[in-house]
């Protein structure tokens, strides 16, 4: 699967109010949940895992990366992007505070490596996490991330 098959315009929003980390976790699985990639369940999966594990979402500045298992209520392989109105802790030291948010779902532990093989280069450019927070749209979004990959 390759990234953008995964991770269409209509599951990027941008500059979604967010009360706190819980609610990141809900809109961002929302758009998950609206296309019938996951069970209501899935984001609740989310939701526990940082609180069992913390913030382990967090993996860089300002980003989190959001998932569950795939026996946790995934119908289909399926990735969503929110970018934040107002940045929000998760509670990680080192990355505090997150600005954009991917979820993704995946049917098992193998169909979505290729798609994150292809967003990692993308997401290791410098200051993408705030060029990305900066877009205002969700074609302009979804734009940025194709070109990123067209470049590598």
């Not at 990355?95 to 997401?123: M, R, W």
């Not at 410098?126 to 969700?138: G, H, L, Q």
Request: proline share 3%; aromatic share 6%.
């Amino acid at each position: 699967m390759m990234l953008l098959d995964i991770l269409s315009q209509n599951r990027i929003a941008t500059n979604v109010k967010a009360k706190d980390w819980c609610d990141v976790i809900r809109k961002t699985g929302e758009l998950l949940l609206r296309d019938n990639l996951i069970e209501d369940r899935y984001i609740d999966a989310m939701i526990e895992s940082i609180e069992v594990n913390g913030p382990y979402v967090v993996v860089a500045k300002g980003l989190a990366i959001l998932h569950a298992r795939p026996e946790d209520g995934v119908k289909d392989i399926g990735m969503s992007l929110v970018t934040l109105d107002s940045p929000v802790e998760f509670g990680s030291e080192d990355n505090d505070p997150v600005k954009i948010a991917f979820a993704f779902c995946t049917v098992d532990k193998n169909k979505h490596l290729q798609a994150l093989s292809e967003l990692t280069p993308v997401l290791m450019k410098d200051n993408v996490v705030d060029e990305i927070f900066d877009k205002n749209t969700s074609l302009e979004v979804f734009n940025y991330i194709r070109e990123s990959i067209d470049k590598k």
